[in-house]
């Protein structure tokens, strides 16, 4: 009897630490992810105050190349956005949610600036300044979602990580427990019979 329950809680332990693992793996492709979003984030946000402060004085010159930096920032931005799917895809229970809406926002953020763009262009001041008083609002949000953001970008594939293993730990642990006390009773018994 002690055999077989021996035997049944191997089982049960190769079973819990295959399910361990597997999340295992999916959260470090998640966090491989995410991690390019981050570094695609962080790049787009330099490009996007390189073009704010090249329009402070406006010159067809300067916003040009305001216009290519934020163009080359919106592209990142939907690099960004992809390498999210694909960290939520991997890792469909971490909470990517303040990621997506800050990346949201800032796609927003850079309609208004190329609109503003192209409104100067025209020398259609009123269109321009509504559009750039737009921006500030949308860049102003995005800064505040910003602040949300955990200081590892792969927290939140970390935190479900945990969430999500928890139990299955915690019967591992238990099992193992098991499995230690009826191989010292059989150790104890073939011991004993010698």
């Not at 992810?33 to 402060?53: P, S």
């Not at 163009?71 to 999210?84: G, T």
């Amino acid at each position: 009897l002690k055999a077989q329950e021996s035997a049944n809680a191997r089982g049960e332990l190769l079973d819990g630490a295959t399910s361990i693992i597997q999340a295992e793996v999916q959260a470090r492709t998640a966090s491989v992810q995410i991690q390019q979003c981050w570094n695609a984030l962080v790049e787009a946000d330099g490009l996007l105050k390189e073009a704010a402060a090249m329009v402070t004085e406006t010159t067809n010159e300067n916003v040009k190349a305001s216009e290519e930096k934020t163009q080359q920032a919106n592209d990142l931005l939907n690099e960004a956005s992809a390498s999210l799917s694909a960290a939520q895809e991997a890792y469909p229970s971490a909470d990517f949610s303040d990621f997506s809406a800050y990346i949201d926002k800032r796609l927003e953020a850079i309609g208004y600036a190329l609109a503003s763009n192209d409104a100067i262009y025209i020398q259609d001041k009123a269109t321009a300044d509504e559009q750039n008083a737009l921006y500030n609002q949308a860049d102003a949000e995005a800064v505040e979602l910003a602040q949300k953001f955990p200081k590892n970008p792969a927290q939140p594939v970390e935190d479900a990580l945990a969430a999500d293993t928890q139990q299955a730990r915690d019967d591992y642990l238990t099992t193992r427990e098991a499995a230690a006390q009826s191989d010292a009773y059989i150790r104890d018994y073939l011991g004993g019979g010698q």
